[in-house]
């Protein structure tokens, strides 16, 4: 047995995962609760997401001053965004200072991967084991793991045998990449390939995109912030804050109280004009119902359906591009930056692999049914295995020894997406359940992980030792989750993540809970107030 094979100390507290969540998590329950804790990280820094994600032009949706921790005056104060959408690497700077200003690092261990955990029903405690042998054991383990870190690489037969180089936006080389004159292809064009095209296509010789599914994009109209907006967001936080509280999607501006049909079609296309020149995830909200009527979204869809055709010169790609086959909105909307203008370059292709599909990678390049598209380098933005994948990664076993992927054999169960029955202390923050995926991550993050730890805190006052979602309780929320998706046009989206419809064999269920951020955040209230209202507690 090594050094590393013996047991460590008992912790209170082990949380997997340094980005966002996993750090607000550590500060509220070592510093304000004092308990003793321990992050574990499979990367070498803080980050999460924004570690990975560092392919060309990987930029956030949430505009930067809503895209901040809001539990701290003075981290408001102190730190300046300097674009209205923050790149991945001023998001990583920010991370940091965050990290440093609470000195969050000391207490996480990098470049440490969890490979099991399981609940010691006895002891009622977990067992936490990591790649380089060490167990831990901590009566709470907190997942922090984020919902967009596990790869998804098609197995595409052939990729070991391509000459040139291949990546995946998700796992991008920390040095960069240089596509000088070098024939790109990207295959992908969800919110990922949409930044990333544009910016690929300034470097590379040739640039073939290979789309499945046409998309939607609004113009972010991204740029450098002014002075006046700076002092405002460090002079009116609580106003800032107060709107993200009250919104459904926890963004910083509110959703039109008018329905879209309700106004002439050329007062809609004046609104939709206005919102195309605001840009960004605002678009969304010029009508009340853009998600939950048909018709009305049938009115954006069709306006910026014009826009792409009246933007793309070339017919051909303007149809491709154009025909869309899905509602706005049903799946994450992009934002970009010159996405459909970078098809009016000469060098920059486009193939309709609905049509044509890829049958296999050959040394040379991309094999479709019809043709053979010779490459350098492949660019995979073909997403993630969303939500429930980077929990599963951890082959957590429950009561019983039940392994948390057969208790989600058909589906993630789960309560509020924040517990699983049969897994007692084990919490999670924005996963399967919460409404984390469909809002401004940030304002999701802070509920869930202020809800955690006064759950904790409020254990340790009433000397409670065991806190478990109810089985029946969860039942009742994976209808509610189902009930609230079900209003909306979001299951209309056939491939999309949020429906683990992009994973060949993966159950197909709607997994966040769509019914709002301000909703969801009054249902935990009342549930705490309610004593806890559908968890065990002993
Ligand atoms: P997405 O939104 O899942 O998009 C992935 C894209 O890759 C999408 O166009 C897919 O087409 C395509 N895809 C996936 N698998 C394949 C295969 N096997 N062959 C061809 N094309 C494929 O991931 P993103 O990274 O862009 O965005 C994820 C989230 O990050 C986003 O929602 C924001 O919240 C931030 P499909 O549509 O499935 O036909």
Partial sequence: MSANDQVQHQLDAVIIGAGFSGMYQMHCLRDRLGLSVLGLEM????????????????????ESHSYSYYFSEELLKTWTWSERYPGYAEILRYLNFVADRYDLKRSFKFKTKVV???????????????????????????????NLSSAN????????????????????????VDFSGLRVGVVGTGSTGIQ????????????????????????????????????????RPEEIRAIMHATPNGHPFYISETLALSRSEEERRTIYEKAWEKGGLRFRASFKDLLSSEAANQTAAEFIKQKIRKTVKDPRKAQLLSDIDHPFAAKRPPIDTNYFETYN????????????????????????????????????????DAMTRPVLNLNLKGRHGQKLEDAWHAGPLNYLGLQVPGFPNFFMVTGPGSPGVLVNMPVAIEQHVEWISDCIAHMRA??????????????????????????????????SWYLGANI???????????????????????????????????
């Fill in 116 to 146: 099991s955990a399981h609940y010691d029903e006895a002891a009622n405690c977990w067992e936490v084991c990591t790649d380089d042998g060490t167990r831990y054991r901590t009566r709470f383990l907190i997942s922090a793991v984020g």
């Fill in 345 to 384: 370059l000469d060098h920059v292709d486009l193939v309709n692999i609905r049509e044509d599909p890829i049958t296999s990678i050959v040394n040379t390049g991309i094999q479709t049914k019809n043709a053979l598209f010779e490459l350098d380098a492949i660019v995979f933005a073909t997403g993630f």
């Fill in 43 to 62: 990367a070498e820094g803080v980050g999460g997401t924004w570690y990975w994600n560092r392919y060309p032009g990987a930029r956030c949706d949430s």
């Fill in 504 to 538: 060949p064999g993966k159950p197909r269920v709607f997994m966040p809970y769509a019914g709002g951020m301000a909703h969801y955040r009054k249902r935990c209230e009342t549930i705490t107030a309610n004593g806890y209202e559908g968890f065990l507690m002993a």
């Fill in 196 to 235: 990333a095209i544009p910016v690929i296509a300034e470097q590379a010789k040739t640039l073939t995109v290979f789309q499945r599914t046409a998309n939607y994009s609004i113009p972010a109209h991204n740029g450098p912030l002014d002075d006046a907006f700076k002092a405002y967001c460090k002079e």
């Fill in 462 to 495: 009433k000397d409670l030792h065991h806190v478990e979602a109810q089985a029946q309780a969860s039942a009742q929320w994976m209808q509610e989750v189902n009930q609230a998706a079900a209003a909306t046009l979001l299951p209309k989206a056939k491939h």
């Fill in 153 to 176: 690489i098609p197995t595409i037969p052939g990729l070991e045998q391509f000459k040139g180089k291949w990546y995946h936006t998700g796992q991008w080389p920390h040095e960069g």
